[in-house]
T-cell receptor
């Protein structure tokens, strides 16, 4: 059972371009979470999704950021018109479908976005 | 709003010492607490998960305790090794099924 897979591991974008970050959860996991880690800061929650549904997006910036978790395929975090302040490590986590609130979260290796 | 604090922010110890990392949280209405390890430029590795009904969990040289009523958890590392050098993060899961993270303790074990 492969772990949470994120790609790409490193992504460089020029200001104004779009960034697409992908996350494939562990097998049997239907809950996906995205977190952002700014340099020298802790991880901040962005969005929580289940298949085809956004459950909680209270941590997402209101503009330029969007996330989806389609019925088939990976979860996508999309950042439009990137700015230098978007440079960060973006982590995806997944947790099992069964087990409810007491389940453990497993994290991917992250995507390090650099905006130049 | 849940806030998680970790003290100290950084810690340096000689190899072989036992050490304790601290984590406190403001809202005791949590479902569980996880301790993670993060190596520089890497992802997070889950070390221990404590459910809200539990008092402690052990894995090898690691022991984590939870006092939910006082909003505190500790991670005890016995007989530290240079390979234990990393940033240690604690995170609490709330009713919204989100994890709230502390800013971490950066541990250096000196050979």
């Amino acid at each position: 059972n492969a772990g949470v897979m994120q790609n790409p591991r490193h992504l460089v974008r020029r200001r104004g371009q779009e960034a697409r970050l992908r996350c494939s959860p562990m097998k049997g996991h239907s809950h996906v979470y995205w977190y952002r880690q700014l340099p020298e800061e802790g991880l901040k929650f962005m969005v929580y999704l289940q298949k085809e549904n956004i459950i909680d997006e209270s941590g997402m910036p209101k503009e330029r950021f969007s996330a989806e978790f389609p019925k088939e395929g990976p979860s996508i975090l999309r950042i439009q018109q990137v700015v230098r302040g978007d440079s960060a490590a973006y982590f995806c986590a997944s947790s099992p479908t069964i087990g409810g609130m007491n389940t453990e979260a497993f994290f991917g290796q992250g995507t390090r976005l650099t905006v130049v | 709003k849940q806030e998680v604090t970790q003290i100290p922010a950084a810690l340096s110890v000689p190899e072989g010492e036992n050490l304790v990392l601290n984590c406190s949280f403001t809202d005791s209405a949590i479902y569980n607490l996880q301790w993670f390890r993060q190596d520089p430029g890497k992802g997070l590795t889950s070390l221990l998960l404590i459910q809200s009904s539990q008092r402690e969990q052990t894995s090898g040289r690691l022991n984590a305790s939870l006092d939910k009523s006082s909003g505190r958890s500790t991670l005890y590392i016995a007989a530290s090794q240079p390979g234990d050098s990393a940033t240690y993060l604690c995170a609490v899961k709330t009713g919204a099924n989100n994890l709230f993270f502390g800013t971490g303790t950066r541990l250096t074990v000196i050979p």
